[in-house]
């Protein structure tokens, strides 16, 4: 097929016919909306960092929850702030903490949407770590009994799904058999399975103040150099008892989702975390990029890679813009 008998360009000549070639569609259905719980009531305050993202209280992500359901977005995943930090992170883990105390205002609210809980201790510990800290190492396997508790308080609150981000070596086989100990065996993990250690956490670290007291991730978080290892972390979850695995952050990592796609027939969820929201944003804001054709286009090719699943804090602008048709 060769000029001038193929000519690419008579499928683009109309929006209508773009649309009917197009190969890569997004649906409210496979977002999922990030929300970042804090102690309090009444409260929802712009996080500087997030621009359109917001701390709220628990009955602020009440109602912040009935937009999600409102624009057909499936699920959310809740984020928690402690009204204090401890070495131990025990906040992470008490029934009246404010990840618990929403998950359960959320389901008896709304007990359709899909409440997915982040399961570590960077935004409870003082050092900011995801684990138990002994001089200057994280102890994986002490780690892992604060994490199984984590877990189980979300889902004894309500939680349907719990995502353990921590990076520990055995969670997910540790919650795992916790859950099913404790009866919860029908609730299914996601697990952030390759998760990088990355410079785009940055805003997010700033709007929970998570960011290590010493030193930094990189003895737990993966090497952004790496791809094989990425493809083993995935294996190993998947193993242990994973139900959904999530490679992140998502847009420097395209080519590890579309490895990670041919290696697992799981659901598999990317996520486009903070620093890829606040860099378009940021260049939206000085005028120096669109912002919707922008959004539109990074998250389509999260899902052209390879995901079913993409956890954005885009995804209420994104589920506006398609209903207006797209760009
Ligand atoms: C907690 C956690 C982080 C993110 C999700 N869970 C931060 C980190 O690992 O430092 C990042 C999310 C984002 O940047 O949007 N372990």
Same mark, same amino acid.
């Given at each position: ?68 359901? *409102?624009?057909? &977005?499936? +699920?959310?995943?809740? #984020? ?5 930090? !401890?070495?131990?992170?025990?906040? @992470? /883990? ?74 520990? *070596?055995?969670? &997910?086989? +540790?919650?795992?058999? #916790? ?5 919860? !065996?029908?609730?299914?993990?996601? @697990? /952030? ?135």
């Amino acid at each position: 097929m060769r000029f001038p008998t193929y000519r690419a360009r008579r499928l683009r000549e109309s929006p209508a016919l773009r649309r009917l070639v197009q190969e890569t569609r997004l649906a409210p259905s496979e977002f999922i909306l990030p929300l970042f719980v804090v102690p309090g009531y009444g409260i929802r305050q712009e996080i500087s960092s997030m621009p359109g993202q917001y701390h709220l209280s628990v009955d602020q992500t009440v109602e912040e929850a009935k937009a999600v359901v *409102d624009h057909g &977005i499936p +699920a959310v995943l809740l #984020f928690g702030l402690p009204a204090t930090k !401890d070495p131990m992170g025990q906040e @992470a /883990y008490s029934p009246t903490g404010a990840v618990q105390q929403a998950a359960r205002a959320i389901k008896q609210a709304l007990p359709t949407l899909v409440v997915i809980t982040d399961v570590c201790l960077c935004e409870y510990t003082d050092h900011g770590h995801c684990g138990v800290v002994e001089g200057n190492h994280i102890v994986n396997d002490l780690t892992l009994e604060l994490l199984q508790r984590t877990a189980l308080s979300h889902v004894e609150a309500g939680a349907d799904m719990v995502a353990p981000s921590d990076m520990m *070596d055995g969670r &997910i086989g +540790a919650i795992r058999a #916790f859950l099913d100990d404790k009866g919860y !065996d029908q609730t299914p993990i996601m @697990a /952030y399975a390759s998760k990088y250690a990355s410079s785009f956490y940055g805003p997010f670290r700033e709007a929970v103040q998570s960011t290590p007291q010493f030193g930094d991730r990189r003895s737990y978080q993966m090497d952004p150099a790496n791809t094989r290892e990425a493809v083993r972390e995935v294996q190993l979850d998947i193993e242990e008892g994973a139900d959904i695995v999530m490679v992140k952050p998502a847009l420097p990592y395209l080519d590890v989702i579309a490895r990670v796609r041919q290696t697992t027939d799981l659901p598999l969820a990317a996520y486009n975390v903070s620093g890829e929201y606040a860099m378009i944003k940021a260049a939206a804001r000085l005028g120096w990029l669109d912002e919707e054709r922008a959004m539109l286009e990074a998250l389509t090719s999260i899902k052209r890679a390879g995901a079913d699943i993409i956890i954005t804090y885009f995804a209420k602008d994104a589920v506006r813009l398609l209903e207006r048709g797209g760009l």
